[in-house]
């Protein structure tokens, strides 16, 4: 348990968990480092497991300017991590905002990433949605503002791509609400205005996303709506990548399904690891159905 400073100035907490290959979690809007303990407590006795909570969320720092948050800085947040522990390259695991940080970190950092996991990704993308999911967002963060963390967790637990969590563990996702209430007031309202709702699209990244060739794994659940059209858009696009799709999954898929979860992940590290991920085959992308000409 330790802080370290971003080139910003910015405190972040991270927690460290077992030796060997590291794995880097980013964790999502309504998480912190808390969510991910199913995989830190499975994955700690064969990797070097390391969480931090971004800024906004205690005990990171909570800056007072909304300025100090974007989708840019939350990218270089996780190189910050990297370069205070002096790892050269891990395995990247983001989910739905920490998935967006990760794939702006294979964009820019490629050099850095044995892999990238990039789950739940893709709320708003759409670029018919594009402005009302900027609306939602500061709609989001007035009411976290008026209400407070406490009160709106009550809210925002859920929402329709989280009710599948709710419906398969009741005990788990009440765990998972009570972490949301404790969260910052005002770190999460300004990670809403400042992240959230100022994002690009990831339909305006196609071209970065042709050039992308790190390891990749896209996981969605098959009830998160928002992620499942942008998920297909990711894979189409990025050579590296696999597609996996979690069968009555909502959002929070690795607190839902945790053992299909971490099988997918696990496996996908063992096929990086060993030399044997591939990327696609030109061969398969085709206008023909049947690849008669």
Request: overall charge negative; charged content about 25%.
């Amino acid at each position: 348990m330790a802080h370290i400073t971003t080139d910003d100035g910015v405190r972040l907490y991270v927690e460290e968990t077992g030796s060997g290959i590291p794995i880097v979690f980013v964790h999502e809007y309504a998480g912190d480092y808390r969510s991910f303990e199913p995989q830190v407590r499975a994955w700690s006795r064969r990797y070097r497991c390391i969480t931090f909570n971004a800024r906004g969320y205690p005990p990171s720092d909570v800056p007072d300017d909304v300025e100090k948050y974007s989708q840019e800085r939350a990218r270089d947040d996780i190189k910050s991590v990297l370069d205070a522990l002096k790892i050269e390259k891990a395995h990247i695991l983001g989910l739905s905002m920490g998935g967006f940080a990760t794939l702006h970190f294979g964009f820019a950092y490629p050099e850095r990433a044995l892999s990238l996991t990039i789950g739940g990704c893709g709320y708003g993308a759409q670029p018919e949605k594009r402005a009302q999911f900027t609306a939602e967002s500061l709609k989001v963060a007035d009411k976290i503002a008026e209400l407070g963390m406490a009160e709106f967790s009550k809210i925002y637990s859920m929402g329709p791509s989280r009710v599948q969590h709710l419906n398969k563990d009741p005990r788990g996702f009440e765990e998972f609400r009570q972490h949301l209430a404790e969260h910052s007031t005002r770190g999460a309202e300004l990670t809403q205005r400042g992240v959230q709702a100022r994002r690009p699209s990831l339909y305006d990244l196609v071209d970065k996303m042709r050039a992308l060739d790190v390891p990749t794994l896209i996981l969605t659940g098959d009830e998160d709506e928002p992620c499942l059209e942008p998920s297909i858009m990711m894979k189409r696009n990025i050579k590296s990548a696999w597609l996996a799709v979690m069968p009555g999954a909502g959002h929070n898929i690795n607190l839902e399904d945790q053992e299909l979860f971490n099988r997918l992940c696990l496996d996908f590290f063992h096929q990086v690891e060993s030399g044997r991920w591939m990327n696609r085959d030109p061969r398969s992308v085709s206008n023909s159905i049947l690849g008669v000409k």
